[in-house]
């Protein structure tokens, strides 16, 4: 079946943009995290989906970024104002459950002039 | 907080050489191991878990045994290939922190024909 995807998988923009993400996670997982992976700090949690639960936003590096998650399936990242420090490769995830292995997408890779 | 520590890489190794890539972690609690492989130009792949004490992942000639006394989860292989050139991520997760992923820093393996 159809795996993690996520668009676009490659986003250029100038620092002070905003930028969208988006992540289709596998069919019938309810769980959906979102990680950050870069040069400098490896790869690193930023925000996590349970069903209709409030989402755990604690990896979130700033208020330029949010995340929402529409009727439990598509989400979208957002990163207002953006920085050149927030180059890096955006990768999505979804498990079936909250302790099942979590399956990733090929990433986004972010680049900020 | 929790941590996984790998070995540095990169690792280079001959075809047919016996593979250890070492990996310990801090963490409360029991929480789940996995490692995780990332091949060339390509996203992140499940390779194996251990969810217990004593508990051994496998996969593709690839083990790694959870070892709760010396909080450890090494990856070995008996005889790479260089199929297997790739950075390998060891990470761990559990319901204490909504199960998501906390990674190593990835050791890169380079198999030479």
């Known amino acids: 079946g159809a795996g993690v995807s996520q668009s676009p998988s490659n986003k250029v923009t100038e620092k002070g943009k905003d930028v969208e993400l988006r992540c289709d996670p596998i069919s019938g997982h309810t769980a959906l995290y979102w990680y950050r992976q870069s040069l400098g700090q490896g790869l690193e949690f930023l925000i996590y989906?349970?069903?209709?639960?409030?989402?755990?936003k604690s990896g979130l590096p700033s208020d330029r970024f949010s995340a929402e998650r529409t009727g439990g399936s598509v989400s979208t990242l957002t990163i207002q104002r953006t920085q050149q420090e927030d180059s890096a490769v955006y990768l999505c995830?979804?498990?079936?459950?909250?302790?099942?292995?979590?399956?990733f997408g090929d990433g986004t890779r972010l680049s900020i002039l | 907080g929790d941590s996984v520590t790998q070995m540095e890489g990169p690792v280079t190794l001959s075809e047919e050489a016996f593979l250890t890539i070492n990996c310990t972690y801090t963490a409360t609690g029991y929480p789940s191991l996995f490692w995780y492989v990332q091949y060339p130009g390509e996203g992140l792949q499940l390779l194996l878990k251990a969810t217990k004490a004593d508990d051994k992942g496998s996969n593709k000639g690839f083990e790694a045994t959870y070892r709760k006394e010396t909080t450890s989860f090494h990856l070995e292989k008996g005889s790479v290939q260089v199929s297997d050139s790739a950075v390998y991520f060891c990470a761990l997760s559990h319901m204490d922190s909504s199960y998501k992923l906390i990674f190593g820093s990835g050791t890169r393996l380079l198999v030479r024909p």
């Open positions: 995830a979804s498990s079936q459950q909250l302790n099942q292995p979590q399956h």
């Open positions: 989906f349970q069903g209709n639960s409030a989402p755990d």
